[in-house]
């Protein structure tokens, strides 16, 4: 049965103790909580598998194909994940998702609120960090003339996992990674930047080496 807001307890969340009464019943962290205990489960669960992951990415990208995207006709890999958006389309079908339950949940919508009221008009200094962020993630690390002196200095091969990269300049198949995190005070410096198969790059997350 689906839940309504008349079933709906009062509970909080184990790690923050924030309300969590808008949320399922099996829910027991927010969603910000959740987010981080998802992040650092995923990250210990590939560190103890370091090595299965790599010879997985491996044996898979031979199993590499092009489809079209359903919405613009983009061609696409589709690396045995029955992939079929391009990432414009499957972020413009998230956004949709995410301002249809904004407008038609009132629960989710007061909760939305009231975070963005607390984190953003309240915080000063939580406001002041992302401003930051949000100049250091500029994309201008992508350039064409960054990557080219990328492939310059170490060549057409991924520093994960040693197999050679095929289009340096394709974002859905290579990405510009930071050695150093941004999100752990990495900057957009070319020896900071490496090149890596995008599946490589998705796997390491935000370690550091």
């Known amino acids: 049965m689906c839940e309504t807001l008349e079933t709906r307890v009062e509970r909080n969340c184990l790690d923050c103790g924030i ?84 407008r038609s949940d009132p629960a989710h919508r007061e909760h939305l609120n009231n975070y963005r009221k607390e984190r953003y008009h309240t915080n000063e200094e939580y406001r002041k960090r992302k401003l930051e962020l949000d100049r250091i993630r500029g994309r201008t690390y992508r350039k064409r003339r960054n990557i080219e002196a990328l492939i310059k200095r170490d060549g057409l091969t991924c520093e994960w996992c040693g197999e050679p990269i095929n289009d340096p300049f394709n974002r859905q198949e290579t990405h510009v990674d930071h050695i150093k995190p941004v999100s752990k005070g990495g900057g957009n410096e070319l020896s900071n930047l490496r090149l890596l198969h995008a599946t490589c790059n998705v796997s390491r997350g935000n370690r550091e080496e």
Do not use: M
């Open 19 to 102: 309300s969590i009464a808008h949320r399922p019943v099996r829910t027991k962290r927010c969603i910000k909580c959740a987010y981080q205990h998802s992040l650092e489960y995923g990250r210990k669960y590939r560190e103890e598998n370091k090595e299965y992951f790599r010879e997985y990415y491996k044996k898979h990208r031979t199993l590499i194909r092009r489809v079209s995207c359903l919405n613009c006709g983009v061609s696409i890999e589709d690396r045995g994940c029955s992939a079929k958006w391009c990432l414009k389309c499957r972020n413009e079908k998230a956004s949709a998702r995410k301002i249809k339950r904004y």
